[in-house]
């Protein structure tokens, strides 16, 4: 999808039906990967590159409202981007706004 700016700083990168419950869909905002969950009907958005060594959170499986790494198993979790499982690691989150059945990312969350 191609990335189009609204006037408030925000980004569309899907309609809601594309992006079902319990799946993410990868998208490019602002030239970063950013997967983005639905999780019982609730968006989150993240940086789609683990901090560990750089594995797709977008592929990796989601249990509640934590995604596991696909290739170490470092969970983080989605409200946050904060690694469930210590050792201090954290990825970034986004804003994430649903306006009439879109969905758009926004800037980067405060911890
Ligand atoms: S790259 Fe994600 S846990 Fe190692």
Redesign the pocket.
Same mark, same amino acid.
């Given at each position: 999808m191609t990335e189009q700016k609204s006037d408030v700083g925000l980004t569309k990168v899907a309609r809601v039906e594309e992006i079902p419950q319990g799946h993410c869909k990868v998208v490019t905002v602002n030239d970063k990967p950013i997967a983005v969950f639905n999780v019982q009907g609730t968006f989150y958005a993240i940086y789609n590159k683990?901090p $560990?060594? #750089? #594995?797709p959170l977008g592929e990796g499986r989601v249990k509640g409202h934590v995604v596991a790494?696909p290739? $170490?198993?470092?969970s983080f979790d989605l409200r946050s981007g904060v690694a469930t499982d210590g050792g201090g690691y954290c990825v970034g989150s986004y804003q994430v706004v649903v306006k009439e059945e879109e969905v758009f990312v926004g800037g980067k969350r405060p911890r």
């Open positions: 683990c $560990h060594e #750089g #594995g790494c290739w $170490h198993d470092l």
